[in-house]
């Protein structure tokens, strides 16, 4: 998922740290990540040298966007935050119309969809082959009212009106569909017509694919068009922290793979950083490699309140939770670490070695 068919994934992946798949106060906690000291990583070289390179379509349970979702993503958690985001800045009305930028292979549209008939979502990535994926997957399993609910585009998000709607792949693969403002809270291109958004989101760090101020207000205006006249909240999630600017690698066990994430460098000129993900999948003695990279901008917090400003989005506000820092995540063993660390909303925060926000934009 991701430029050139490569997936980003984040340093501190929510799902990395915290607890997918669980209520916000109910979670079970997360594999733990560990720093992968010297001697571990030149054996773990060594043994890549002679295992076998999975290639990215593998069709089974070692597909790189299978790992991915496992590994890095917490569709329910970031769910919940997101219902109580709306409820609280907006409120009136339960939210039932969601749009997941930047989506990849959608997982949290397809949790959305799964919890209530009404739902509708809207998936947008340029990513054609994680789109692909995610319509055999994610949405065609959960069968026709499911498949029915859902707009998959395949698009630039800074683009969005050109993108183009991606169907099953047992039907025409690409048709037109317009995400205009014609009506007053519908979308409309003839015999497509979707529902103006509750909720707008871009997770997994994803606005930091916008390297220039300029693409980000332009982004943010469009994420703020696609939202009800009624009201509706935008979310994006950043990370930072002291060991965010430098290089680093991460790793978690999970039972059948280990995932790595490499923060390969750090410019403070640029304030570009270079995120590989990497797996190895220990019982086939299988690695894949730069499974997902990513050329991110490092935004800091008041950056993006001034282009949300500028977007014209009515309030901004932050959610933050420090991160289990690196020597405690070396002592951690097995579970445990960043367990029961919840977000809370914040005017200030000191500097630590590691956090996560959610920013929340409210449009009116
Ligand atoms: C870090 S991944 C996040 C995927 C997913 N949202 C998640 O939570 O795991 C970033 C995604 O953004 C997509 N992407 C990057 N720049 C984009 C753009 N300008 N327009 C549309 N998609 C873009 C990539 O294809 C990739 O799938």
Redesign the pocket.
């Known amino acids: ?3 050139r068919d490569k ?4 340093r501190r992946h929510k799902g990395e740290f915290s607890n997918d798949g669980e209520d916000l106060y109910d979670q079970h906690p997360p594999a733990s990540p560990s720093v992968v000291d010297e001697d571990e990583e030149n054996s773990e070289e060594e043994e890549e040298e002679g295992s076998d390179e999975l290639q990215s379509s593998s069709p089974d349970l070692t597909s790189k966007f299978l790992l ?1 979702q496992q590994s ?2 917490s569709p329910k958690g970031d769910i919940s935050y997101l219902q109580k985001f709306f409820l609280m800045y907006v409120g009136g009305r339960q939210p039932l119309h969601f749009q ?1 930028d ?3 292979t959608a997982l ?1 549209s397809a949790e959305w969809l799964k919890a209530d008939t009404r739902r509708t979502a809207v998936g ?4 054609l082959e ?1 789109l692909e994926w995610c319509m055999d997957n994610n949405i065609s399993k959960l069968g026709a009212d499911v498949y029915s609910r859902m707009s998959l585009l395949h ?4 683009t969005p009106l050109d993108a183009k709607q991606v169907t099953s792949r047992s039907h025409e693969l690409i048709q037109n569909i317009s995400l205009d403002d014609e009506g007053e809270d519908l979308v409309h291109d003839g015999s497509d017509s979707l529902p103006k958004r509750d909720i707008v989101c871009a ?4 606005c930091c ?2 390297h220039k101020r300029s693409e980000l207000v332009t982004y943010f205006k469009n994420a703020r068009e696609a939202l009800s006249k009624k009201g509706g909240i935008f979310v994006m999630d950043l990370y930072g922290g002291a060991s965010a600017e430098g290089q680093l690698k991460l790793q978690r066990k999970f039972p059948t793979f280990t995932y790595t994430w490499e923060q390969a460098e750090f410019d403070i000129v640029s304030r570009k950083t270079r995120i590989s993900l990497h797996y190895h999948l220990q019982k086939q003695n299988r690695k894949i490699r730069h499974a997902f990279s ?1 050329s991110w901008r490092l935004w800091s917090l008041p950056e993006i309140k001034d282009c949300m400003e500028e977007a014209g989005f009515r309030s901004v506000h932050f959610w933050l939770r420090e991160m289990p820092d690196a020597s405690e995540m070396r002592r951690t063993d097995g579970f445990g670490a960043g367990r029961d660390i919840k977000y809370e909303e914040v005017k200030n925060f000191q500097q630590c070695d590691a956090w996560n926000a959610y920013i929340v934009a409210v449009s009116v």
């Open positions: 998922m991701g430029k997936k980003p994934n984040r991915y890095v993503q997941e930047f989506c990849g949290l947008l990535d340029f990513d994680a698009g630039n998000v800074l997770f997994n760090f994803s694919c916008l990513y």
